[in-house]
């Protein structure tokens, strides 16, 4: 599967962004989807994985109240939605895949980087 990131961008301190991940190729429900990020200088980290179908979504601590994922499989599409945006969360955002029973998200977006201003 094919991954595309967009929405990332420049914003302000307390705004929001919608991040998509685009997927094509392979049949997009059958996998696991999840949101990484790497800020500068740091190692890349796991914020987000949503079920093949949807209904169970995971979320890291340090993001769980602000960051929600969500999908739409009839488009192909995982979304990040980051409200409450804060300097920290200056990073590159990549969306991964992971197919059926694998124990590792073997497909990566080329990310989106998101830069918030204090």
């Known amino acids: 599967v094919q991954l595309v990131e967009s929405g990332g961008g420049l914003v302000q301190a307390g705004g929001s962004l919608r991040l998509s991940c685009a997927a094509s190729g392979r049949s997009f429900i059958s996998y696991t989807m ?3 990020r790497q800020a500068p200088g740091k190692e890349r980290e796991f914020v987000a ?19 929600t994922i969500s999908r739409d499989n009839a488009k192909s599409t995982v979304y990040l939605q ?3 945006l804060k300097p920290e969360d200056t990073a590159v955002y990549y969306c ?3 197919y059926l029973a694998d124990n590792r998200y073997n497909s990566w977006g080329q990310g989106t980087l998101v830069t918030v201003s204090s």
């Open 82 to 84: 980051i409200d409450t």
């Open 96 to 98: 991964a895949a992971r």
């Open 34 to 36: 999840g949101w990484f």
């Open 49 to 67: 994985s949503i079920s093949r179908n949807g209904g169970s979504t995971y979320s890291s601590d340090s993001v769980r109240s602000r960051f």
